[in-house]
C-alpha cells in the first residue's frame, strides 16, 4: 500500500511539499481529516449523481420530463450531485490552505471564488427540488411551462456564476505553481470550469469528463493526506467513526421532525 501511494505522490505531486505541511502543522480549518476525507468522499458522490441522469437531455424540459417517469431516479441523481457540492467545500479549503503556504494569493483568490461559485450550485439546487415539486403537484406540462416562464429570471446568484468559472483555474493554477499538484494534476482540477451551471441542468459527456478530472486531481490528494504520518489509532478511529454516524443520524431524523 506504502508503495501505491509513493508512486501516486510522485506522480502527481512532489510528496515533499505536502509532508512538510502535514508534519509542521498548526491548527487550521477544517483540519486534516476532515479535508482528506471530503477530498476523497466529495468527487465521488458528484460523479455519482451525473452519471444516473447522463441517459437523459441536459436541458430543463427533458430533466422534468424524465423526473416525471422515473422519480426515484431523478430525486437520488440530484440528491448525491448537492451532497457532493456541500462535502466539496472542505475539501477546497484544504487545497487551499496548502496552497497558501506557498503562494498565498492563488490560494486565497482561488478558493473564494470556487466556494463562492459552490453557494450558487446549492441555490439552484433548491430551485430545482422546488420545480420537481411542481411536477407532483401541477403535473409535467403545467410545470414545464410555470419553468419556462420564469427561467433565466434575475436573481443576485447569477453574479457568482462567474466565480465557478474562474475560480477552477485560478485554484488550478495555484496548485501548479506551489508544487502541490503537477502538471496533469492541475489541469484536471482546471477542468472543472467546463462543468454546466444552472438549474435542472442534466449530464453531458463534458460534465462526466469534468468531473472525472476533479476525481483525478482530488482522490490521490485525499489518500495522501490519511496516509501521511501521524496517523490515527484503530480505537481513534472506531471512536471518530462512531461519533460521526451518530451525529449524521441525530442530523438526519431531526431535518424529518422540522
Not at 505541511?21 to 458522490?45: D, M
Not at 452519471?51 to 416525471?68: E, K, S, V, W
Not at 433548491?126 to 416562464?149: P, R, Y
Request: hydrophobic share 55%.
Amino acid at each position: 500500500m506504502e508503495g501505491l501511494i509513493t508512486t501516486l505522490s510522485s506522480k502527481y505531486f512532489p510528496k515533499k511539499n505536502l509532508q512538510k505541511v502535514v508534519a509542521s502543522e498548526e491548527f487550521w480549518f477544517p483540519g486534516r481529516w476532515v479535508g482528506a476525507v471530503s477530498l476523497l468522499i466529495s468527487p465521488l458522490l458528484l460523479l455519482a449523481g451525473a452519471l444516473l441522469r447522463f441517459r437523459f437531455h441536459f436541458f430543463f424540459p427533458q430533466q422534468l420530463q424524465a423526473f416525471d417517469q422515473y422519480p426515484i431516479l431523478m430525486q437520488t441523481s440530484y440528491s448525491l450531485f448537492l451532497a457532493g457540492n456541500l462535502f466539496l467545500w472542505p475539501a477546497i479549503l484544504t487545497l487551499t490552505h496548502l496552497i497558501g503556504k506557498v503562494k498565498p494569493a492563488w490560494g486565497l483568490w482561488g478558493g473564494t471564488m470556487v466556494i463562492l461559485g459552490l453557494f450558487a450550485r446549492t441555490f439552484h439546487a433548491g430551485i430545482d427540488h422546488m420545480a420537481f415539486q411542481l411536477v407532483d403537484n401541477l403535473h409535467l406540462e403545467a410545470a414545464t411551462k410555470l419553468v419556462a416562464s420564469s427561467y433565466g429570471a434575475f436573481h443576485i446568484v447569477s453574479a457568482l456564476s462567474a466565480c465557478i468559472f474562474f475560480g477552477w483555474i485560478v485554484l488550478a493554477i495555484g496548485a501548479y505553481l506551489s508544487g502541490i499538484f503537477g502538471w496533469f494534476s492541475s489541469i484536471a482540477l482546471a477542468s472543472m470550469a467546463a462543468l454546466m451551471m444552472g438549474v435542472l441542468k442534466g449530464s453531458s459527456w463534458v460534465s462526466l469528463l469534468a468531473i472525472c478530472g476533479l476525481c483525478l486531481a482530488l482522490l490521490p490528494l485525499g489518500i495522501q493526506l490519511l496516509w501521511a504520518k501521524p496517523r490515527p489509532t484503530k480505537k481513534s478511529l472506531l471512536k471518530w467513526s462512531l461519533l460521526m454516524i451518530t451525529l449524521v443520524s441525530f442530523l438526519f431524523f431531526s431535518g424529518q421532525l422540522g
